[in-house]
């Protein structure tokens, strides 16, 4: 499969109307139909590809989620951290339809739908995975121990920040990632997030 | 108004159908006449109560929260949080129909209503408002510093209790709480959660 190809053609063209029809629709009104009415793929071409409208949404949003909000490693724990901050609330407070949609597929009563929740759980591996480069250079740059559990690091910087957005709804901004993350370093250079 | 009296009856009585009615239908299907019917309390005389259905939700969801999850100081910090922390877990795991019908209502769609969204503003500045008396009592035993930001310590406990509740969907129990409240207080205690 070349990058430029037909088939990455075809792939662009699924998942960004997937995107929309969930952003005009919600997940209850997204079909493989609706799909492949705004798409221009025929609707056979998808299911043989996807099966499923969960299995496109899945895909849809993970490239949505990465190409918005990438995993990177600059070199300083620090400064990874803030910046990993910064771009969580940055996507929660989009107000770009795209990502609304998405967003709210997620976090609605949508996400009650075990197939929702098994999407969830597999992006959430995902990130978590991803995130690890950063945990695992900071401990090659001797600047975390070695047994940091990134995992739970990095939850001390998303749960906040979720927290702000779905609890208690208070407002998020740059101060908000910037000291969630200072936390969470002050945090575990003190002996929290330690592996076993 | 005498806590044994009519009025207090009434309010048990109107408050409890509330929480029945919110448990069968949904806050969508909520209406004050549905509540007097249940409670048997005439719809008038809850109207000049208390004005709207949301108003009695707030006050029966505020009274079930401080019932099932007191704040309580104890005379020890580590204890405290952990006790506050295990409630927590308790209140959102908990298969009583009335708690499960209270939680699905502050975290499901309803809770975009912006009536639904100022109850809980309401309720979770009430709770921060008592959960200081856990922090003040640990800062006049010393065992935090003066300076210690209730809001932010309290919400260092909470977030990543609702994060997996609502955000990763993973299992929660005694044992996560003990360690959230752990890593909460390696946190205040290494120079975290400080006012200003």
Redesign the interface.
Known sequence: MRAGGRTARVRTAVLEAALHELAAGGYAALSIERIAERSGVHKTTIYRRWQSKEAVLAEAVGDLVESLFPIQVTGEIDRDLRVFARALVDLLTSDAPLVVGAVRAL???AAHDPRI?EL??EL?ARRYDEARAIVQAAIDRSELPPDTDTR?LI??I???I??RF????EPLDHAVADRTA??AL??V?????RLG
């Open positions: 976090f609605s009563d929740a969830k759980r959430y739970e939850g001390l998303t749960a906040p979720y927290y779905l609890v208690t709804q200072a936390t002050i945090a250079r003190a002996g929290a997030c």
